[in-house]
């Protein structure tokens, strides 16, 4: 490996190759790959204990309220249902905990009768939980889910309902996301949304406020609130914080809609003052109560109170923005914990879609809890928290509970691989063409992939290999895999001139059988190439080539996994997102090309070979 650690360009031409090698500067690692705003860093039980909650009892050993009151614990559910909280006081979060709701069988897991906790407490996740309290709560003034004081959380997934208090309140804390949760139906003359102030980095984004009198949410001091929907609110929906300090508030592509106990229809953010700075963009509001989805854009001039509004975005940490018509798609399709939606979140979304509903006092007037169905957990022998069945897929040993903390690839321990998987949520697209263009929707089995959903381009299984081609701007996946059962000549992506592709999260070559990606021109931006499968998944190496004739690939690592992942290269370039790594052999052809590292740090072990050297 040659080193020059001035250079920042690499040019890799027919005679020689320079590289560029520096130790590299990682990007801080996600809580789960999903994870986004000011929260997505924390941390949870990684590295920790495993605990699995064998009942649902209020308390004891087994329970909920135990598992999570010890630090450095992940947490996973062997039973499904509600547990029936009693006494006065909420369950605990001790800090470094992960709560994953996901592993729960049959419908889910739920909480009642009293709410949940992780005020004072750090690196905190939660994800795919119901929190319901209700009136039966011995305490008058219980919230659902409440942090004060807390850091470095993220909640994920989440149904808040039925709070005595505030339905969701976050205060004087750092550093915290809500995403892809619903927040529903505060309880008596103080139906309320929820308090969002004094914090110092606070994102809720692709989250769902549904019929709260007041506070959808009431804020103050710094809030990136990005892409919820806000739907029948009575008096108050968005509330900008009355506030004597300051306040610096983004609100973009959200959707604001008048419901049929809403009283001020065209007033979706109020209470503000000149104290409260608000960045204002894409937002829709829909206040004329006819039950048709026909919002018009909010500016400034529908807004009464007078804020001082701003022409840049305040820069908090990153969310991915959708429109707001995006936005309201996502939300009704995955907010909460979607993966088995229970009564009450599917009746919330009803509502929404038919512009019904109305704010209530007590869950009896819409049904109540209903039932969560158990089921039984998968056979886990060394209690682990990784079922024996994908040890096994994976090469794992179903006797030795320590592998759960190996790392994978990307830095995550083998557990959090495995409940990250039963977390995604993501719709799986299917290419089953024997060739054609990525944007033919009937060669797609679930249509046309979105940003959002896992792709997996497989061929039609018969001789020939299945060819998927890109020539036009806007191709996208969150997860995309090339090369599934389909002929031993395995599966091709190809982009052209003109075409490009967005993976947010991995693209993966030659995945359960031989793929290739070919790049003759056009632009693919993936944060993670892998090249190749290792053998247990697949029951043998399988061969992952990424062939750069022209254009541009943007990314931060190219590594292959098993002997069958090599980059040819005899063209186009590899440019840095961020601090670059690329291990994957490299045959280099005639012609050469570039790899940029973009001003990052970059270390290249590749073995190189071909005509080219």
Same mark, same amino acid.
């Given at each position: 490996m040659?080193?020059?650690?001035?250079?920042r360009?690499?040019?890799?031409?027919?005679a020689?190759?320079?590289?560029?090698?520096?130790?590299?500067?990682?990007?801080?690692?996600k809580?789960?790959?999903e994870?986004?705003?000011?929260g997505?860093?924390?941390?949870?039980?990684?590295?920790?204990?495993?605990?699995?909650?064998?009942?649902?009892?209020?308390?004891?050993?087994?329970s @909920?309220?135990?598992?999570?009151?010890?630090?450095?614990?992940?947490?996973?559910?062997?039973?499904?249902?509600?547990?029936?909280?009693?006494?006065?006081?909420?369950?605990?979060?001790a800090?470094?905990?992960?709560?994953?709701g996901?592993? #729960?069988?049959?419908?889910?897991?739920?909480?009642?009768?009293?709410? /949940?906790?992780?005020?004072?407490?750090?690196?905190v996740?939660?994800?795919?939980?119901r929190?319901?309290?209700?009136?039966y709560?011995?305490?008058?003034?219980?919230?659902?889910?409440?942090?004060?004081?807390a850091?470095n959380?993220?909640?994920d997934?989440?149904?808040?309902?039925?709070?005595?208090?505030e339905? @969701?309140?976050?205060k004087?804390?750092?550093?915290?996301?809500?995403?892809?949760?619903?927040i529903?139906?505060? /309880?008596?003359n103080h139906?309320?949304?929820g308090?969002?102030?004094?914090?110092?980095?606070m994102?809720?984004?692709?989250?769902?406020?549904?019929?709260?009198?007041?506070?959808?949410p009431?804020?103050?001091?710094?809030l990136? @609130?990005?892409?919820?929907?806000?739907y029948?609110?009575?008096?108050?929906?968005?509330?900008?914080?009355d506030?004597?300090?300051l306040?610096?508030?983004?609100?973009?592509?959200?959707?604001?809609?008048?419901?049929?106990?809403s009283?001020?229809?065209n007033?979706?953010i109020?209470r503000?003052?000149?104290n409260y700075?608000?960045y204002?963009?894409g937002?829709y509001?829909?206040?004329?109560?006819?039950?048709l989805h026909?919002?018009n854009?909010?500016?400034?001039?529908e807004? %009464? %109170?007078v804020?001082?509004?701003?022409?840049?975005r305040?820069?908090y940490a990153?969310v991915?923005?959708?429109?707001?018509?995006?936005?309201y798609?996502k939300?009704l399709?995955g907010?909460?914990?979607?993966?088995n939606?229970?009564f009450t979140?599917?009746?919330l979304?009803?509502?929404?879609?038919?512009r019904?509903g109305?704010?209530?006092?007590?869950?009896?007037?819409?049904?109540?809890?209903?039932t969560?169905?158990?089921?039984?957990?998968p056979?886990?022998?060394?209690?682990?928290?990784?079922?024996? #069945?994908?040890?096994?897929? @994976?090469?794992?040993?179903?006797?030795?509970?320590l592998?759960?903390n190996?790392?994978?690839?990307?830095?995550?321990?083998?557990l959090?691989?495995?409940?990250?998987?039963?977390?995604?949520?993501?719709?799986?697209?299917?290419?089953?063409?024997?060739s054609g263009d990525?944007?033919?929707?009937?060669?797609?089995?679930?249509?046309?992939?979105?940003?959002?959903?896992?792709v997996?381009?497989?061929?039609?299984?018969?001789?020939?290999?299945?060819?998927?081609?890109?020539g036009?701007?806007?191709?996208?996946?969150?997860d995309?895999?090339?090369?599934?059962?389909?002929?031993?000549?395995?599966?091709?992506?190809?982009?052209?001139?003109?075409g490009? /592709?967005?993976?947010?999260?991995?693209?993966?070559v030659?995945?359960?059988?031989?793929?290739?990606l070919?790049?003759n021109?056009?632009t693919v931006?993936?944060?993670?190439?892998?090249?190749?499968?290792?053998?247990?998944?697949?029951?043998?190496s399988?061969?992952?080539?990424?062939?750069?004739?022209g254009g541009?690939?943007?990314?931060t690592?190219?590594?292959?996994?098993?002997?069958?992942?090599?980059i040819?290269?005899?063209?186009?370039?590899i440019?840095?997102?961020? #601090?670059l790594?690329?291990?994957a052999p490299?045959?280099?052809n005639?012609?050469?090309?570039?790899?940029d590292t973009n001003?990052?740090n970059?270390?290249?072990?590749?073995?190189?070979?071909?005509t080219?050297v």
């Amino acid at each position: 490996m040659l080193k020059n650690p001035i250079s920042r360009r690499l040019d890799v031409a027919v005679a020689s190759i320079i590289v560029a090698s520096v130790t590299p500067v990682l990007a801080q690692l996600k809580a789960f790959p999903e994870a986004e705003g000011h929260g997505a860093n924390a941390t949870g039980g990684r590295g920790g204990t495993v605990y699995h909650v064998t009942n649902l009892n209020n308390s004891g050993a087994g329970s @909920f309220r135990d598992a999570v009151s010890v630090s450095g614990r992940t947490v996973v559910f062997d039973v499904g249902g509600w547990i029936e909280l009693v006494g006065n006081s909420p369950v605990a979060v001790a800090s470094n905990v992960t709560i994953a709701g996901q592993t #729960a069988p049959g419908q889910g897991i739920g909480i009642k009768n009293s709410g /949940l906790s992780f005020s004072n407490r750090t690196n905190v996740i939660i994800r795919h939980l119901r929190v319901r309290p209700g009136p039966y709560s011995d305490a008058a003034d219980r919230d659902g889910v409440s942090a004060d004081s807390a850091s470095n959380s993220i909640v994920d997934h989440v149904s808040a309902s039925w709070g005595r208090d505030e339905v @969701f309140s976050v205060k004087n804390s750092t550093n915290i996301t809500v995403q892809h949760s619903i927040i529903a139906e505060g /309880l008596f003359n103080h139906s309320m949304g929820g308090l969002i102030e004094g914090n110092t980095g606070m994102s809720i984004h692709h989250s769902l406020y549904i019929n709260n009198n007041d506070r959808n949410p009431k804020t103050k001091k710094e809030l990136d @609130f990005v892409n919820n929907v806000v739907y029948n609110w009575g008096a108050y929906s968005y509330v900008a914080g009355d506030s004597a300090g300051l306040s610096y508030g983004n609100v973009v592509g959200n959707y604001f809609i008048a419901g049929p106990s809403s009283t001020e229809l065209n007033d979706p953010i109020s209470r503000g003052n000149a104290n409260y700075s608000m960045y204002l963009e894409g937002n829709y509001w829909d206040g004329d109560q006819d039950a048709l989805h026909d919002g018009n854009l909010l500016t400034p001039g529908e807004i %009464d %109170d007078v804020l001082t509004y701003v022409p840049q975005r305040f820069p908090y940490a990153p969310v991915y923005t959708d429109t707001a018509q995006r936005a309201y798609e996502k939300v009704l399709a995955g907010a909460g914990a979607s993966l088995n939606r229970d009564f009450t979140d599917n009746r919330l979304i009803g509502l929404v879609q038919t512009r019904t509903g109305q704010i209530i006092s007590d869950p009896a007037q819409v049904g109540g809890w209903g039932t969560l169905t158990g089921g039984a957990a998968p056979t886990d022998t060394d209690q682990d928290g990784m079922p024996d #069945a994908w040890e096994d897929d @994976f090469g794992l040993n179903k006797n030795d509970a320590l592998d759960r903390n190996t790392l994978n690839l990307f830095g995550y321990t083998k557990l959090e691989e495995y409940i990250n998987e039963l977390g995604g949520a993501h719709i799986q697209k299917v290419w089953t063409a024997a060739s054609g263009d990525w944007t033919t929707n009937p060669l797609w089995a679930g249509a046309q992939p979105t940003v959002d959903d896992n792709v997996f381009i497989r061929g039609n299984g018969g001789a020939t290999t299945g060819i998927a081609t890109i020539g036009s701007p806007g191709a996208a996946a969150w997860d995309l895999r090339i090369g599934g059962n389909g002929a031993a000549a395995g599966e091709q992506l190809v982009v052209n001139a003109g075409g490009t /592709l967005s993976v947010r999260n991995v693209l993966s070559v030659g995945y359960q059988n031989r793929g290739t990606l070919q790049m003759n021109g056009g632009t693919v931006e993936a944060p993670y190439v892998v090249l190749g499968t290792a053998g247990p998944l697949a029951g043998m190496s399988r061969i992952g080539e990424l062939k750069l004739n022209g254009g541009t690939l943007r990314t931060t690592l190219i590594e292959p996994q098993g002997p069958g992942g090599t980059i040819l290269f005899g063209g186009g370039a590899i440019q840095a997102s961020g #601090a670059l790594s690329i291990a994957a052999p490299i045959t280099l052809n005639a012609g050469g090309g570039t790899i940029d590292t973009n001003a990052f740090n970059a270390t290249i072990t590749s073995v190189i070979g071909g005509t080219g050297v």
